[in-house]
């Protein structure tokens, strides 16, 4: 069945440096979504994204979708501490329409 | 999101035990799911409904089983609870009318099996 990997589980950075989580399908995707999860929170949706190449910006959050749309990638600029949580990629294709497959998730944690 | 509800947000129960985890939501949505997060796995999917009709098992379905009772509500039983079922899981919807298809997730039930 579809699988998706996510890399690297954890991330550590100063508050100000970057932080870029990447995910990697074994199928083609018929598109890609991103959640964030606070400490002791649920998932909450991000974005999603659908076309072959396409990038999205949501202020400091940069979110690609590879060209042949197997690998997805999220990039936040000057990290700041209301940015720690878990962040998942969820990848839907094929016959598995309506239902996503998460990656494992990259913990991110930011020191003041 | 307060529109989706999960009843217990936490249970302690011991090995052997039938419990059910319920699901319930106001958003008119068509499609719910049932998931259950673990340490470093992840968000695995246990079983989906896209109507009351229809029940699909997920990646790790062996030793659940689920009931949608109604558009709004889908509960989780856990027949015989064995401790490798701890964890954490959480019910989603998802309204097939929208392009999004974004999935909308209830704040959690921790379930322990000692």
């Known amino acids: 069945g579809q699988q998706v990997m996510q890399i690297p589980q954890y991330q550590h950075v100063q508050e100000g440096e970057d932080f870029t989580t990447y995910c990697n399908s074994s199928t083609t995707l018929s598109n890609i979504q991103w959640y964030k999860q606070r400490p002791g929170g649920h998932p909450v949706f991000l974005i999603q994204?659908?076309?072959?190449?396409e990038v999205k910006k949501q202020k400091r959050l940069t979110f690609q979708f590879g060209e042949a749309k197997k690998n997805s990638s999220l990039h936040i600029t000057a990290t700041q501490t209301t940015d720690v949580g878990t962040y998942f990629c969820?990848?839907?294709?094929?016959?598995?329409?309506?239902?996503?497959?998460f990656g494992q998730g990259t913990i991110l944690t930011v020191h003041p | 999101d307060a529109d989706v509800t999960q009843t217990p947000r936490n249970r302690i129960t011991k090995t052997g035990k039938r419990i059910m985890l319920e699901c319930s939501q106001t958003?008119?949505?068509?499609?719910m799911y049932w998931y259950r997060q673990d340490p470093g796995l992840g968000l695995r999917l246990i079983y989906y409904?896209?109507?009351?009709?229809?029940?699909n098992k997920g990646e790790i379905s062996d030793g659940y089983s689920v009931s949608r009772q109604a558009q709004a509500k889908f509960s989780l039983s856990l027949e015989s609870a064995i401790p490798n079922q701890t964890a954490l899981y959480f019910c989603?919807?998802?309204?097939?009318?929208?392009?999004?298809?974004?999935?909308?997730f209830g704040p959690g039930t921790r379930l322990t099996v000692l």
């Open positions: 958003k008119g949505h068509d499609r």
């Open positions: 409904s896209f109507d009351v009709k229809d029940i």
């Open positions: 989603a919807t998802s309204d097939r009318w929208t392009s999004w298809n974004e999935q909308f």
């Open positions: 969820a990848g839907s294709g094929g016959t598995s329409y309506g239902k996503l497959t």
């Open positions: 994204l659908v076309k072959s190449g």
